[in-house]
């Protein structure tokens, strides 16, 4: 099994930023892909971003140029880097790991337990 365990949200005022982490530990295949998502209060959980284990990254369009997402592969660890947050940027923001078995070809997603990002004055 795998886990996620998130850390970095909060409360931050308009035009401030965060940092989220990510941590992922139990049986992780080494091609995988590491993302956020996140759910916005009576809206449906949407792509954040993605970072495949080779380091290519893919960006939601209304997050590009404001946040950013990498990783470690050394322990399995994915952030978020957020900068000039906006209140619409107020959601729970999920870590989410996807995978293929290499012997049984069965792909399996995972997800943390998320984290309450709120922009405010």
């Known amino acids: 099994q795998v886990q996620l365990v998130e850390s970095g949200g909060g409360w931050v005022q308009p035009g401030g930023s965060l940092r989220l982490s990510c941590a992922a530990s139990?049986?992780?295949?080494?091609?995988?892909?590491m993302g956020w998502y996140r759910q916005c209060p009576g809206k449906e959980r949407e792509l954040v971003a993605t970072i495949t284990s080779g380091g290519a990254t893919d960006h939601a369009e209304p997050v590009k140029g404001r946040f950013t997402i990498s990783r470690d592969n050394a322990p399995n660890t994915v952030y978020l880097r957020m900068i000039s947050l906006e209140p619409e940027d107020t959601a729970v923001y999920y870590c989410n790991l996807k995978t293929t078995d290499p012997y049984t070809n069965i792909n399996n997603a995972y997800w943390g337990q998320g984290t309450q990002v709120t922009v405010s004055s």
């Open positions: 139990g049986r992780i295949f080494s091609q995988n892909i």
